[in-house]
């Protein structure tokens, strides 16, 4: 049965239907016609065939410029954890279906050749590979494809009866699954960082390099005294950013002295760490910001902050300090916000000296290597539980000693 319409209701329609100037229709010129046409395939509303980063096309709460990286999916945006069953990067950090999966550590052996440790979710050591003779691994990082990377240090503590460090300077060298070693790229000081080591023993023509992230997009990223640079797997290196970092250097200003990097994988910020709380980022976009300066006035006598030892970061979290008073055993975890450091969680631990600093995003939690005499520890740091436990400690003295930690995904 069609529906009734009332005769008031109808009454009223055909009132306003009369009242009601009908417009007279002017077909568009052709120009008109084509500045009209909507070519868009990407649902914005202007007429550009272009996606707007500043749109939220699935309606998640983030844009493209916020950091969604699939903004056609609501199941992917910088917020949610990730799924490892989806295929998906959920969280927008870089890697698809990731878990933390453990620690990779570099360690040193004082009377032999040193080994890259692979630890798994409850410290189980499950793999230990033993490198080439006369390499030792500071930083390190798993290689995606296969095997890892680290910092060769050219001054370890090793027994004189062993050979000479095969990389007589600092070097990215990659190890595969065997522990054989290839130099990808040597870093030969310059004329300032000759000089300024000539007075120091044992690192005369040798330049510190401190910090290794993985690049992303391939390669990795490392940090000289003032420099970063980008080493490609072709061992090409090209600086990204340089910084006065020499404080007895009276024409140009001391900015910082760089002694580690990390990477947020959501935003591919980098943070580079320097002695005392020293701090800057770099970007692609944004290139090198100085964030928090060291004070260094007054021959260092106001040292009102602790020794930068090493940083790392939460993916989305930003960056992380782990800050060590080598007199007196302080140790403190800090977050960089509101263009300082801002105390997590400290303790005091005067038998362990820490090294290095690793964080597993998926908990929040932090995992230092310290080492005391040649007793190798690494502990977990958990700040929404306020503890520092013991993740691993040797229970013995073997003349080993962890460096570098990083997590495994």
């Known amino acids: 049965m069609p529906l009734a319409i009332s005769s008031s209701v109808s009454a009223l329609l055909l009132a306003l239907g009369g009242c009601?100037?009908?417009?007279?229709?002017?077909?568009p010129s052709e120009e008109e016609a084509d500045a009209d046409v909507d070519a868009d395939a990407d649902t914005d509303t202007d007429t550009d065939t272009d996606t707007d980063t500043d749109a939220d096309r699935d309606g998640d709460?983030?844009?493209?410029?916020?950091?969604?990286?699939?903004?056609?999916?609501?199941?992917?945006?910088?917020?949610?954890?990730?799924?490892?069953?989806?295929?998906?990067?959920?969280?927008?950090?870089?890697r698809v279906d990731e878990l933390w999966a453990g620690l990779t550590l570099a360690r040193q052996y004082v009377w032999g050749p040193s080994d890259i440790v692979v630890m798994d979710t409850v410290s189980r050591i499950t793999g230990t590979v033993?490198?080439?003779?006369?390499?030792?691994?500071?930083?390190?990082?798993?290689?995606?494809?296969?095997?890892?990377?680290?910092?060769?240090?050219?001054?370890?503590?090793?027994?004189?009866?062993?050979?000479?460090?095969?990389?007589?300077t600092a070097a990215l060298v990659a190890a595969d699954e065997t522990g054989a070693c290839t130099v990808l790229a040597e870093f030969t000081p310059d004329e300032t960082e000759d000089a300024y080591a000539s007075g120091l023993e044992g690192l005369e023509d040798r330049p510190v390099v401190r910090g290794l992230v993985a690049w992303p997009d391939g390669g990795w990223l490392v940090a000289r005294r003032g420099e970063l640079d980008r080493v490609d797997p072709d061992g090409t290196v090209t600086a990204l950013a340089s910084w006065a970092w020499d404080w007895s250097d009276e024409e140009q200003p001391f900015e910082l002295y760089a002694v580690d990097l990390a990477i947020d994988m959501q935003t591919r910020e980098v943070g580079i760490f320097g002695f005392?709380?020293?701090?800057?980022?770099?970007?692609?976009?944004?290139?090198?910001?100085?964030?928090?300066?060291?004070?260094?006035?007054?021959?260092?006598?106001?040292?009102?902050?602790?020794?930068?030892?090493?940083?790392?970061?939460?993916?989305?979290g930003g960056f992380y300090a782990l800050m060590t008073d080598y007199q007196t055993g302080d140790v403190a975890l800090y977050h960089f916000e509101d263009e300082d450091w801002q105390e997590v969680q400290a303790w005091t631990e005067s038998l362990l000296q820490p090294e290095q600093l690793a964080s597993n995003s998926d908990d929040g939690d932090f995992y230092v290597t310290a080492n005391g005499g040649w007793y190798e520890t690494v502990w977990l740091v958990r700040p929404d539980r306020g503890t520092v436990d013991d993740f691993y400690r040797s229970d013995a003295d073997e003349g080993r000693f962890f460096r570098g930690v990083a997590s495994n995904y």
């Open 20 to 27: 009601a100037q009908q417009p007279t229709f002017v077909p």
């Open 276 to 316: 005392l709380g020293g701090f800057a980022t770099w970007s692609e976009d944004g290139g090198f910001s100085l964030r928090r300066q060291a004070d260094l006035s007054d021959d260092w006598k106001n040292w009102d902050w602790m020794l930068g030892t090493a940083g790392a970061a939460l993916d989305g």
């Open 61 to 94: 709460g983030f844009t493209e410029a916020e950091g969604d990286c699939d903004d056609d999916d609501i199941a992917v945006n910088p917020a949610r954890d990730e799924d490892p069953d989806d295929g998906k990067d959920n969280d927008c950090d870089g």
């Open 130 to 168: 033993t490198l080439d003779d006369g390499y030792a691994p500071t930083f390190v990082e798993p290689d995606p494809d296969g095997g890892w990377v680290f910092i060769h240090d050219p001054t370890p503590v090793t027994d004189p009866d062993y050979e000479e460090p095969l990389a007589e």
